[in-house]
């Protein structure tokens, strides 16, 4: 079965030749997990009680992709062009575009840089031929982002936000008219956002009220309200820089990657050759606590987003190509177990804080006692070890390594907390009452 829609960005529309889907084994999982040595202690493991599923992805993808809201489809970019792939049958179906194929978050559209939409219940019917919709929105670039504005009776305002580093914005009206069919109609201008501002990957809330990127001068992620005149305001400072950042379906989640170079923590007895290694990690809003949803040593997870439902999927690259192949992963926040107050992890704890210190104290001796890399731990990877920690084998670590390497923390990993040296008065019942 094939498809006569042709990559808009490679070719005149439907002028060449058309490519054929896939389907791949959606039970596929990868081999990068942990690969411990057999000496190695169980509390040096990993269990990522987080995920749900992972499914194999059969090209070489590009780094954007975008999961629907409710569908078990994913869009993404591929070296081949855009496609959609379906979780739970494998089925992938090649799509118009070659890069940043994103789903609107109603589901009705799939956006591509230009702007153009193709409604997505075109894609799904293979009987179906249709023309794309094009914006002519004032709109170039690419990293496009929809929000719904507005919902009423025979249509929906959106607003998409495009551009990587100078990100502009502008509203549509789109309306279902028995006899024109679909309209489009611009509601203004395109415009800048804090224009005085250098943005990095902005990603739109789904709303279409807020948008997060990174901010150059800031030197972190920061959360922007996007005002009624036009202009945009911070809300909120993650304090660290991520990276992009996807808003849950309520906006009171955020999810993203943190890269950390030559991370010594969760490295079991082993060293990525990737310079860098990323992880994905969902922040709460509301209480400003960070949770971790993978732990990977032999490969990486990148760019999360969410689903309606509140969970979110991310791409994982294989270390070198050696531990299997690019995948994509549903994974689950509600199973996070253990979350921290992120600015354990973005400052140094405050003298008297005994909770900070105690926890962080484990993080470093999970360190230590698991990584061969001692000189690299610090008091921020100590914070993101902290989150990897089972209670029963965190119960097993302490007993066994606290007064082995406890030393080792209060002078090297935590020598610059300021009250380090208490931790060397610690037995390892004061220790146990703070593992998750």
Request: net charge positive.
């Amino acid at each position: 079965m094939r498809r006569s829609i042709c990559l808009l960005a490679a070719c005149t529309l439907c002028a060449c030749a058309p490519r054929t889907p896939v389907t791949v084994d959606t039970q596929l999982q990868p081999k990068e997990l942990l690969q411990v040595p057999r000496d190695v202690p169980e509390y040096c493991t990993v269990a990522e009680h987080t995920v749900l599923q992972r499914v194999a992805i059969p090209h070489t993808p590009r780094w954007f992709f975008k999961p629907f809201a409710e569908k078990p489809l994913v869009a993404y970019a591929s070296l081949t062009g855009n496609n959609l792939i379906n979780l739970n049958t494998g089925y992938v179906i090649p799509t118009p575009g070659d890069r940043d194929s994103v789903p609107t978050p109603d589901e009705e559209f799939l956006t591509s840089p230009g702007v153009n939409l193709i409604r997505v219940e075109d894609l799904l019917d293979e009987q179906r031929r249709s023309q794309p919709l094009r914006l002519r929105a004032d709109l170039s670039g690419e990293y496009q982002s929809p929000g719904v504005l507005r919902e009423f009776d025979g249509g929906r305002d959106y607003r998409f936000m495009i551009g990587r580093f100078k990100p502009s914005v502008r509203d549509f009206r789109v309306q279902r008219d028995p006899q024109r069919g679909i309209t489009i109609e611009p509601l203004n201008k395109a415009w800048r956002p804090c224009p005085k501002r250098r943005l990095h990957l902005p990603m739109l809330a789904k709303d279409g009220r807020e948008f997060g990127a990174y901010d150059v001068a800031a030197g972190s992620t920061r959360v922007f309200a996007i005002d009624g005149d036009g202009q945009c305001s911070p809300v909120e400072d993650l304090g660290i820089p991520t990276g992009k950042v996807s808003f849950s379906f309520d906006n009171r989640w955020l999810t993203f990657h943190l890269a950390i170079f030559d991370q010594a923590s969760v490295a079991i007895k082993e060293r990525p050759q990737d310079r860098w290694t990323s992880n994905v990690f969902v922040y709460d809003r509301q209480t400003r606590r960070i949770g971790r949803i993978t732990h990977h040593t032999a490969g990486n997870a990148y760019y999360p987003a969410f689903r309606r439902d509140g969970t979110l999927v991310y791409l994982f690259k294989p270390l070198e190509n050696r531990y299997g192949r690019y995948s994509f992963a549903v994974a689950d926040p509600a199973r996070i177990r253990k979350w921290l107050p992120i600015r354990w992890y973005t400052q140094l704890c405050a003298a008297g804080d005994d909770a900070c210190h105690r926890t962080l104290a484990l993080g470093a001796l999970w360190g230590y006692a698991c990584s061969n890399y001692d000189a690299h731990i610090n008091p921020r990877l100590s914070a993101l070890n902290t989150l990897s920690l089972d209670q029963a084998l965190c119960h097993q670590l302490v007993s066994d390594k606290w007064f082995e390497h406890r030393e080792s923390v209060v002078s090297g990993a935590l020598r610059k907390l300021p009250d380090a040296a208490k931790l060397l008065e610690l037995g390892a019942q004061d220790l146990l009452q703070h593992c998750p």
